[in-house]
């Protein structure tokens, strides 16, 4: 009877933690709802505020190049690093923190590579291998662009000082609910248009171009950063629903084995009580 009470504190074990995924699963998807129609309604926004910046920085001289477009030799990266505070989202913080070992030993070895980190899990997991130079987690808390744009206003200023050559965002880019890409984009200095040269949109300009293009930038870097978290925070509850519906479904799997085979070592007990019965009766009729 000992094996069957094990079996049954197994079986009300495992009921309580498909309770727990299918709760979370549950807030998860609401959650998300919210994130993907925040930005779904963004995209078209930054996408095109992105290109006409491009297109304008493209068509400038030199001389009256922005100072976030300046190209210089790369030899110290800063790394931004955006994942979530928590985790039970499936593979969603380990494939960040993956791409961050790529860029920091492969795509930039030799080069001097610190990090920001805008989430907990990137915060925990670069602090003991890299140097970590802000940690912007709780921005979590209250996610609004006021908030981001001071993430934004930092990293830039970083950019100018000449602190660091080229800063990067790491990423997942929300796809569904059951899919996220991990996106390494270039956030300073600006990435002109393919070719060096100006859209061919004809655009008319008041004041002049130069003062649009220094007044456009950087309003368009603190939407890119917004856009890269909110996609990031649509992909956590997406990640975070998918792997809780899976580990329901393990557990309602596994609870039903559990439950099979409390039942099979039920029935064998009851069996073996019965043969003693008749064994018992047949002794003493002999």
Known sequence: MANLKEIRNRISSVSSTMQI????????????KKAQDAITAMRPYSDKLTELLQSLSASLDADSGSKYADNREVKKVLVVAITSNRGLAGAFNSNILKQ???????????????????????NDFLTKKSSVIANHSPVFDDLTFDNVAEIAESLMELFVSGKYDRIELVYNKFKNAATQLVMTEQFLPIVPAEGGEAMG??????????????????????????????????????ARMTAMHKATDNAKELRDQLKLTYNKARQAAITNEILEIVGGAEALNN
């Open 100 to 122: 961050t070992t790529v860029l920091s030993n492969e795509t930039y070895a030799g080069k001097q590579v610190d990090f920001v980190a805008i989430g907990k899990k990137a």
């Open 201 to 238: 949109t004809d655009y008319k300009f008041e004041p002049s171009k130069a003062e649009i293009v220094e007044q456009l930038i950087p309003k368009s870097l603190k939407t890119q950063l917004y856009k890269a978290i909110r996609d990031s925070f649509a992909s956590e509850h997406g």
């Open 21 to 32: 995924t299918s709760a979370m699963k549950m807030v998860s998807a609401a959650k998300l």
